[in-house]
């Protein structure tokens, strides 16, 4: 299985190809949905890495993924600038799926 990545930066991309890494550079929220389609569709592809602000872009569409289909596997990764989300995103992850505060 094969990892690709969707990036919003071509710093990124650099990065991930150094580490062996196929991806692509998209900004706008079309291309992005019309490749995470297209993507999907491949049984070659195990885990698609994609940052953070992309995500934002399609957070419905991306939910709807994941519930839907096993695999790929859809991670989120923040860019060369760092996470954009809040410093209590796991307990916050938490708290949401099961009901427990930490």
Do not use: C, W
């Not at 990892?3 to 710093?11: A, G, P, Q, V, Y």
């Not at 999907?40 to 940052?51: A, P, Q, R, V």
């Amino acid at each position: 299985m094969k990892m690709f990545l969707i990036s919003d930066n071509t710093d990124t991309l650099t990065g991930m190809r150094l580490a062996g890494i196929e991806g692509i550079v998209l900004h706008q929220r079309e291309e992005v949905l019309e490749r995470l389609k297209q993507l999907i569709e491949d049984k070659d592809i195990g885990i698609i890495l994609i940052t953070e602000l992309l995500a934002e872009k399609i957070r419905d569409e991306l939910k709807e993924i994941r519930l839907s289909t096993a695999t790929p596997i859809i991670v989120e990764i923040p860019d060369r600038h760092g996470s954009r989300r809040p410093l209590d995103f796991i307990t916050g992850y938490i708290r949401e799926s099961i009901g427990i505060k930490i």
